[in-house]
């Protein structure tokens, strides 16, 4: 059999696929050690091993089968994918509204080059419009890509970057922004530019997708059409995040970008509003409102810019026994701020204190959150809390952890001075602080309660 149909296979890989005729792209049933397998049979990336069998299964999700395990292979079927990006112009509606699609690097609209492992984005209009033709009935659109880093890399010079390219899209008249992102750090970028880009005339909308374009559970075709539909439509002038909202493909939900947290490392409805409720759902067709407090849609085009950030801020996620060493070794290093992660009501042990006196004599600024995720930080309640707030913690109520890690960074990048820090910590930018929180904002379902179990089994689809 030609070497050409199995792409990128060598040496054990190889000759098993040659012994039992299985081609790549081949529909092919495997009996192992381990169980039967079915499903097609993918190109193995360069470089890797010569020990497995990359196969594409029903549900989405490539596995690699170890070639030890193999009994018995048959290919039952042949159907070669194409995974090349189609491109069709994007088409000019007149009406419809203009929207800036800015890439960071995310993989919401792209397709996965088996041979290379590589991932091949569909950016340009005529790809976006090909890969998902519905965008042409939502909006008029431009793109830019100004980032090509995974998530993890975005950091504080890709947030002053980007909140300067979105004001200049907005001062150009651009009706709506959304910006590709991956889901790992979507978070951390909605709060930098929540604080980075105050009073925007329109929305501002972050998505990704938590599932790759090949897979037939893909989120992202959809995810991308309610970004855009909230962007060019929606009368949320805000930065948010749009990602799904059940696991389902029944809507999305809008996020305000200093509220909302990926809760979950794989489901598609990862994304959940904390301590309050979303903003609204969105469908391609529609918003339908949750949230009665939100800034409006305006018609000009004025937009505050505050593109600073300083990189001397890190955030302590406090555990037990924890030792003085660890604030002393920052202080050392010249960090000028830190965000704890606070136990209960936000504490830490007393072992900690001569290192925080240290830390506070030396003009460090240290702020309060808590792990409980949901709830208020309270340091008036026992003496634990009062004597940090005496060595120079502050409280920050019910904000994110995260978000706090973002605004100390955020507000260090304009002034050292005490006070000014913390005026800028504790106002509320968009209720990054809230007054309360509301009943509904709070909400665990715990499987195998009984009246939890009759609600799932109502609702799951």
């Excluded at 995810?223 to 059940?246: K, Q, R, T």
Aim: glycine residues 10%; contains cysteine.
């Amino acid at each position: 059999m030609d070497k050409d149909i199995f792409q990128g296979y060598t040496g054990r890989a190889l000759t098993m696929l040659q012994k039992y005729h299985v081609r790549v792209w081949g529909k092919a049933v495997m009996e192992t050690t381990r169980g039967h397998f079915e499903g097609t049979v993918l190109p193995r990336a360069e470089h890797q091993d010569d020990t497995h069998i990359v196969m594409k299964i029903a549900t989405g999700y490539n596995i690699g089968i170890d070639i030890e395990t193999i009994t018995d292979m048959k290919e039952v079927g042949y159907s070669k994918a194409n995974y090349a990006i189609p491109e069709k112009e994007f088409p000019y509606t007149k009406g419809l509204p203009s929207v800036k699609l800015f890439g960071t690097g995310g993989t919401i609209a792209s397709r996965l080059d088996y041979r290379t492992g590589a991932v091949i984005p569909a950016f340009s209009p005529g790809e976006l419009y090909g890969a998902v033709p519905e965008l042409a009935d939502i909006c008029n659109l431009e793109t830019e890509k100004v980032f090509a880093v995974f998530s993890e890399n975005m950091g504080p010079t890709q947030y002053i970057a980007l909140a300067k390219a979105i004001g200049k899209e907005i001062e150009k008249g651009t009706e709506g922004i959304v910006i590709g992102h991956g889901t790992d750090t979507l978070q951390h970028t909605a709060a930098a530019l929540t604080f980075m880009v105050q009073n925007p005339p329109v929305p501002i909308v972050l998505v990704g997708s938590q599932r790759s374009s090949d897979r037939p559970s893909s989120d992202a075709a959809l995810n991308l059409m309610h970004a855009m539909y909230a962007a060019g439509h929606g009368d949320i002038a805000e930065v948010m995040v749009s990602m799904f909202g059940p696991t389902s493909d029944d809507y999305g939900l809008l996020h305000k970008g200093t509220r909302v947290r990926k809760m979950h490392s794989s489901y598609r409805s990862t994304f959940r509003t904390i301590g309050d409720t979303p903003l609204a759902m969105v469908r391609r067709t529609g918003i339908e409102h949750i949230h009665k407090n939100y800034k409006p849609r305006r018609k000009d085009t004025n937009v505050k810019i505050f593109p600073y950030f300083s990189d001397q801020v890190t955030m302590i996620y406090y555990y037990p026994g924890m030792k003085p060493e660890i604030i002393d070794l920052l202080v050392d290093q010249g960090y000028k701020g830190i965000v704890f992660v606070g136990t209960g009501l936000g504490h830490v042990n007393r072992e900690l204190y001569p290192a925080i006196e240290r830390a506070n004599e030396k003009g460090v600024h240290m702020y309060m959150t808590l792990q409980t995720i949901w709830g208020y930080v309270h340091m008036f309640v026992y003496d634990t809390g009062r004597d940090m707030m005496a060595r120079g913690i502050v409280p920050t109520g019910n904000m994110l952890p995260e978000v706090a890690f973002i605004k100390l960074g955020w507000a260090l990048g304009q002034t050292n001075d005490k006070e000014e820090v913390k005026k800028l910590m504790l106002t509320s930018i968009n209720d990054e602080i809230t007054e309360r929180e509301p009943y509904n904002g709070y909400l665990v379902y715990q499987g195998g309660v009984p009246e939890v179990e009759e609600f799932v089994q109502k609702t799951r689809k």
